[in-house]
């Protein structure tokens, strides 16, 4: 049988949508109510009654008008109104069959007054299931659907309600980000402009301080070297060959730590006393001062580097501290027990297998007297001098160190200032701070803009999930993605995907893990909470 359900009237439903809005508020239930009111006192011979069949929303009405035929929406076909919800498609389209399941692309529209609008599949027609509220789907079966609409409706409202209002605070708390995020910015720009002109400043009075050094070492050097040679004189004088070749192997002794025969460029920067720039480390560069070659045997040492290094020696000794500074014990170089404390206990255990075994290497003891007797000792202005290049070493070191501090903090803001912190700066607080979330195994931990990792609860080292990529949602500010974290075994890289989701505090509120080495977050966040305008748009269907 070909038949066209028609609606009801429209004053009814105008009566029951409003009472559905009793939670609302005064501003919707007014609107309804003067809309009730319209509605009555309009002439009935003004207002015809709106007439559409059944499956169709009202939008659409106009389109299905009895006193006409009937024409397919693509226009492939004209048909008598009588064969509209006919339960025969006609049309390709579908549009002849908005109320029955006969055409498999069609759609049936449920009104659900009270509640919001819905359109199905038309194969859900009559299945025996009640899809819309309203019950109208099953209008042909046995499922015996009643009318929830208002129910709905009214707890679909009350949670609409909550969530704008849950968007109204937590939208001004995002207008507070922006205001601080802005300000944020506009501060660092102002701090990046006062850097640059002191990095240049500090990078001028680096420049001074290093050639002030350069030339206090130089006369530095140039009085080390007077000594040097004032002490191969003495030693000359006071020393016999078979002394001298007895000291020099005795010191080579010791500096060969691992008794291979050999003494390496490493085995001098273990020793303080070739420290020349007194800043706490021997380097390479001060080491190869005294060796020209990667390693040298003992013919080589004795010939080569001895020299260079009997002044440094005999300075550790005490044999060239100003006249009144008392004297230190002269014993065997290395064993000074303030700076080389480890030498110390193993030249105790040296000395006591001497003593108790007779070995090739002659006593140092003689030499020691002799040279003790008649210590040389540094000048006035030859102490000046190393006071002096002391000092420029410090000062040059303060104004090395001030520079790099300056270039540190100026990478710093110029990497913050890249950052994409949203269209207004509202994540730019976010940076710095990390979240924690923990379930049943793991202990997570995200930092914005920085990275993602995962730690066992019970212990063990942290896997890193991902560092910042980028912003990947859509809207573009709805999720963040962090790459290239570690590499699953035999598998791709970790990969962390954050959706933010509006909420009054910063926080990650969930953790899990859809694929493998693929992590997903959920982290609330006053940064994405805007103005719900959804109440001024959203219309219930009448």
């Keep these: 049988m070909r038949t066209a359900c028609m609606a009801k009237s429209p004053i009814p439903i105008f009566a029951s949508w409003c009472q559905s809005w009793q939670v609302a508020g005064d501003r919707q239930r007014i609107q309804c109510l003067f809309l ?6 309009y002439p009935a011979s003004s207002a015809p009654e709106i007439i559409r069949p059944r499956g169709v929303s009202i939008s659409k ?16 076909r004209t048909l008598p109104f009588s064969m509209v919800n006919d339960d025969y498609c006609d049309c390709p389209d579908a549009s002849d069959e908005p109320g029955t399941s006969a055409c498999p692309a069609g759609l049936f529209h449920c009104t659900n007054a009270g509640h919001l609008p819905l359109n199905i599949p038309s194969s859900r027609v009559n299945d025996g299931i009640c899809d819309c509220c309203d019950g109208t789907d099953e209008y042909a079966s046995s499922a015996g659907c009643e009318n929830t609409c208002l129910e709905q409706g009214r707890s679909a409202r009350a949670a609409a309600l909550r969530r704008a209002e849950l968007s109204k605070q937590g939208n001004e708390l995002r207008l507070q980000l922006i205001r601080q995020g802005k300000q944020q910015k506009a501060d660092k720009k102002i701090r990046l402009e006062q850097l640059q002109r002191d990095r240049e400043e500090a990078a001028r009075i680096k420049q001074e301080k290093e ?9 530095e050097k140039a009085a080390l070297e ?7 004189e003495e030693r000359a004088k006071h020393s016999s060959t078979a002394q001298e070749e007895q000291e020099a192997f005795e010191q080579f002794q010791r500096l060969d730590s691992d008794h291979d025969g050999f003494i390496r460029i490493s085995d001098l920067q273990t020793r303080q006393t070739f420290d ?3 800043n706490g480390e021997v380097s390479e560069e001060e080491a190869r001062y005294f060796m020209e070659h990667d390693e040298l045997d003992w013919s080589t ?7 260079k290094m009997k002044p ?11 006249p009144s500074t008392p004297h230190p014990s002269i014993d065997v170089p290395g064993e000074n027990a303030e700076e080389f404390p480890a030498d110390n206990g193993e030249d105790e255990e040296e000395e006591e297998e001497d003593n108790a075994e007779t070995t090739d290497v002659p006593d140092v003891e003689g030499e020691a007297s002799e040279v003790t007797e008649e210590p040389p000792q540094y000048d006035e202005n030859t102490q000046n001098l190393i006071e002096e290049a002391r000092k420029a070493r410090t000062e040059f070191e303060e104004a090395d160190r001030s520079l790099r501090d300056v270039d540190r903090e100026i990478r710093d803001i110029e990497d913050g200032l890249g950052k994409d912190f949203g269209e207004e700066e509202e994540f730019a607080t976010l940076q710095g701070q990390c979240f924690e979330f923990t379930d049943r195994e793991y202990t997570y931990r995200m930092c914005p803009f920085d990275q993602v990792t995962q730690t066992p609860k019970n212990g063990g080292a942290s896997t890193r999930l991902g560092s910042w990529g980028r912003w990947s949602g859509n809207p573009k500010y709805s999720t963040m993605l962090f790459e290239n974290g570690q590499g699953c075994w035999n598998g791709p890289q970790r990969t962390a995907t954050v959706n933010l989701v509006c909420g ?25 909470c805007l103005a719900d305008s959804s109440d001024d748009n959203h219309h219930d269907e009448l």
């Excluded at 009730?36 to 006192?41: C, K, M, P, R």
């Excluded at 926080?507 to 966040?525: D, G, H, V």
């Design 36 to 41: 009730v009111l319209v509605v009555q006192l």
């Design 61 to 76: 009405a106009s389109l299905y008008d009895p006193e006409k035929e009937f024409k397919c929406f693509d226009g492939s």
């Design 211 to 219: 050639s002030l050094k350069s030339t206090a070492e130089d006369l």
């Design 226 to 232: 007077k000594y040097r040679q004032a002490a191969e």
């Design 276 to 278: 020349k720039d007194k």
């Design 301 to 307: 040492f004795y010939a080569e580097a001895w020299p």
């Design 312 to 322: 440094y020696i005999m300075m550790e000794k005490g044999l060239f501290t100003p």
């Design 504 to 528: 009054l505090e910063n926080k990650l509120t969930s953790a899990s893990e859809p694929n493998r080495c693929e992590y997903l977050f959920e982290f609330s966040t006053p940064a994405v």
